[in-house]
């Protein structure tokens, strides 16, 4: 008798750790572009929470542009994507339920130009 609900309990504490890891295993991910097609390697990728934006993971992109989030839990989420030269680019909400993979598909970086003022240097001879 003891042995019966002795395995009884490991088989109920067996399923329940299943169940509870199996909950929200969610992966996100994308590739980001330059305009011209070529992919961005180590772009700041910011996973954020679209109620507050408070940061959730961040990640860089490998030498293909892809980036990934594992192990996210449901709910909604922004994307934030940026790199020196580009301009910063925001995806709108990305919702999370019950799937275990979203892809963000490709992500295309526009080139933020800036102009600067005329500069001018000037440089004095030493006197020795």
Not at 45 to 64: C, F, M, R, Y
Not at 71 to 99: D, R
Request: net charge positive.
């Amino acid at each position: 008798m003891c042995k019966s609900i002795s395995k009884k309990i490991v088989l109920f504490l067996t399923t329940f750790f299943a169940l509870f890891g199996l909950q929200a295993q969610t992966t996100i991910s994308g590739k980001i572009m330059a305009p011209d097609a070529t992919p961005l390697a180590n772009v700041n990728v910011l996973l954020l929470n679209a109620a507050d934006s408070a940061l959730i993971k961040g990640d860089l992109t490998n030498n293909a542009g892809q980036f990934s989030f594992q192990n996210i839990k449901n709910g909604s989420y922004l994307v934030s994507c940026s790199f020196a030269g580009f301009g910063t680019k925001y995806l709108s909400q990305v919702s999370i339920a019950k799937t275990p993979l979203v892809d963000l598909g490709v992500i295309h970086l526009q080139i933020a130009s800036v102009d600067l003022n005329t500069v001018t240097v000037i440089a004095k001879k030493p006197l020795f």
